[in-house]
């Protein structure tokens, strides 16, 4: 296929990268010049793209049915998919015009950054992420095979979802992270930069959505505003629960309400999207020198001990630093007794990271 995208941000500059390293021609537009030079740029497109036979619409959710409507009639053999956050306005707009509808299929990609734009953009960032599907009640086969192409060749793992359970779910998973990650940030606006400075890794962490675009955040959650209602009902009584318990000094329903969250917290997925494994923590201390995690990993090879993760962490002025890798418990015990051997400063593994 040859492929146009619309819209040179995070998303359609990543699938753009990704398209054109899986041997696909490509072509980017935007309506900001900057950003589409930036795109064109990093893809090396041509001055002269040829007419696609696939168009990717990648800009906010207001702008979607205006762009098909235009593009259905300057590609007229064209389809099209997009990678709106959300589905029930679109497709409802979209099925008013029947020629769009039967070549228009949308799909969403769970994956982003904070960071937008796109100089922020990566080809892989796809790679093993859940990437949802949402054909029109019109949708052809040849469109439905053309956003499954598209999704596996950019490593995806395709789901499909009707377009009011999208929205309903993306909901929970999507748009409540990002109110509670900006209304944290929000919450210590008071607090003092140099006090700010002693917060650890978990302040870190839970605020890092709070970075992301609020022009993007703040059309999509308006638009979802009747599937939030919900989890934010949910959430305040949670809060006033605990605010409550607090108050009255009752630290068993203190403990009731984090014992549930920790428990539900088991729930979420791990690692590309599986059940969370209950990984150990083999705890290694390193040279600040070159080669050193590269012997770590060939120790890895020797004995066969797949790495699910890793944390490095390094004061600097100190000469050494700490990695931290997680693995199952019989390959965390069979690295251990190997980096020993080979008078690596090892600490025995352990169930928790802390």
Same mark, same amino acid.
């Given at each position: 296929m040859k492929i146009r995208i619309i819209g040179a941000g995070l998303i359609g500059t990543s699938i753009a990268l990704g398209l054109k390293g899986a041997g696909y021609e490509i072509a980017i537009e935007d309506d900001q010049p900057e950003l589409e030079k930036i795109a064109q740029n990093l893809i090396g497109q041509s001055d002269f793209p040829p007419t696609p036979d696939l168009i990717i619409v990648a800009t906010p959710i207001s702008a979607i049915a205006g762009i098909l409507k235009e593009s259905a009639t300057r590609y007229p053999k064209a389809s099209f998919i997009d990678i709106g956050g959300l589905k029930s306005d679109v497709l409802d707009e979209v099925e008013r015009f029947a020629d769009i509808s039967r070549r228009f299929c949308s799909t969403h990609p769970m994956a982003g950054r904070e960071i937008a734009g796109p100089l922020a953009a990566r080809g892989d960032l796809f790679q093993g992420r859940m990437w949802i599907y949402t054909p029109s009640s019109q949708s052809s086969e040849v469109v439905i095979n053309q956003a499954l192409e598209i999704i596996n060749a950019l490593g995806g793992i395709p789901v499909e979802l009707d377009a009011q359970t999208h929205d309903a779910v993306i909901g929970g998973i999507s748009h409540l992270p990002q109110i509670l990650s900006s209304l944290l940030s929000l919450t210590l606006e008071d607090m003092e930069e140099v006090h700010l400075a002693l917060a650890g890794q978990g302040l870190k962490d839970v605020s890092r959505l709070a970075a992301s675009d609020p022009d993007l955040w703040s059309e999509l959650l308006h638009s979802n505003r009747g599937a939030l209602k919900s989890y934010l009902d949910k959430m305040i009584n949670l809060l006033n629960d605990l605010s409550t318990s607090l108050a009255n000094d009752d630290l068993r329903k203190t403990h009731e309400i984090l014992s549930a969250g920790r428990e539900n917290h088991r729930r979420i997925p791990g690692k590309h999207g599986g059940r969370k494994r209950g990984y150990w923590y083999l705890p290694i201390v390193i040279d600040d020198k070159p080669g050193q995690l590269a012997a &770590?990993? +060939?120790?890895? #090879? %020797? /004995?066969? #001990?797949? /790495?699910? +993760? %890793? #944390? &490095? @962490?390094?004061?600097?002025?100190? @000469?050494s630093g700490l990695v931290t890798l997680a693995l199952s418990h019989g390959d965390a015990k069979k690295l251990f007794d190997q980096l020993l051997v080979d008078g690596w400063k090892v600490h025995l593994p352990r169930e928790s990271i802390g």
């Open positions: &770590i990993f +060939d120790a890895c #090879a %020797l /004995v066969q #001990a797949n /790495v699910e +993760d %890793l #944390a &490095i @962490e390094h004061t600097p002025g100190q @000469e």
